[in-house]
């Protein structure tokens, strides 16, 4: 079992991948260690959300999920956000690591309640507070001991852009890792950024630096 300084010092960092890219500090953070994950922020951190066709035990295991190390790398390219709403054109594009450690069978049990969850809520997304969407299942590289991916595509609301949500998941001895690669599309024939290929890439190098 692996503390929280060890893990965040196995995150992933801005040369790991190709492009420029820099880690995205949160404004208040209070962690003595880059990236460890302090009370405050475990509050703040985005969340597994698993819908009502996820048995109990899945939702259960969703819930009390605690990381422990967090990282989020943005790319260094103009951001879209940045341009006057009609001529917003490109990719804003993030990833986002998240690292757990723990005693391996209950890491085990965690990320198989949390891959049946997830299978159990692929297909079309309703429309919310954002456009409608879908969850399918995405490749993921033979790593770990166990890995499951899926792909979310959300319109935004009112229209205007794409997000795309690659999303994997692997556990590899007690540590269990959920690994989010996001490219937000703008701008009408823009292109989504990655192939499956470009995922698997980010979800290897990932986990080629863990213990």
């Known amino acids: 079992m692996l503390t929280p300084e060890q893990l965040a010092a196995v995150l992933v960092r801005p040369d790991d991948y190709e492009g420029q890219w820099t880690v995205n500090v949160p404004p208040?953070?209070?962690?003595?260690v880059p990236g460890v994950v302090t009370e405050e922020q475990q509050k703040m951190l985005p969340r597994i959300e698993l819908c009502d066709d996820a048995s109990a035990e899945s939702r259960?295991?969703?819930?009390?999920?605690?990381?422990?190390?967090?990282?989020q790398?943005?790319?260094?390219?103009?951001?879209?956000i940045d341009m006057a709403p009609g001529d917003r054109v490109g990719h804003m594009i993030f990833v986002q690591?998240?690292?757990?450690?723990?005693d391996p069978a209950e890491v085990e049990s965690t990320f198989e309640a949390l891959r049946d969850g997830m299978q159990a809520c692929q297909g079309p997304i309703p429309a919310g507070e954002e456009g409608p969407g879908t969850t399918g299942p995405m490749t993921v590289p033979d790593v770990g001991d166990d890995r499951y991916g899926d792909l979310t595509t959300m319109e935004e609301a009112g229209g205007g852009a794409q997000w795309l949500l690659h999303n994997?998941?692997?556990?590899q001895g007690s540590v269990l890792m959920d690994l989010q690669v996001v490219d937000i599309v703008m701008?009408?024939?823009?292109?989504?950024?990655?192939?499956?290929?470009?995922?698997?890439?980010f979800v290897t190098t990932a986990v080629d630096k863990l213990p």
């Open 60 to 71: 259960s295991a969703a819930e009390a999920l605690h990381w422990q190390a967090f990282r």
């Open 168 to 171: 994997s998941l692997v556990r």
């Open 28 to 32: 208040d953070s209070q962690a003595a």
């Open 97 to 102: 690591q998240f690292l757990m450690s723990g």
């Open 187 to 201: 701008g009408e024939g823009v292109e989504p950024a990655f192939t499956t290929e470009n995922i698997g890439t």
């Open 73 to 80: 790398l943005d790319q260094s390219e103009t951001d879209p």
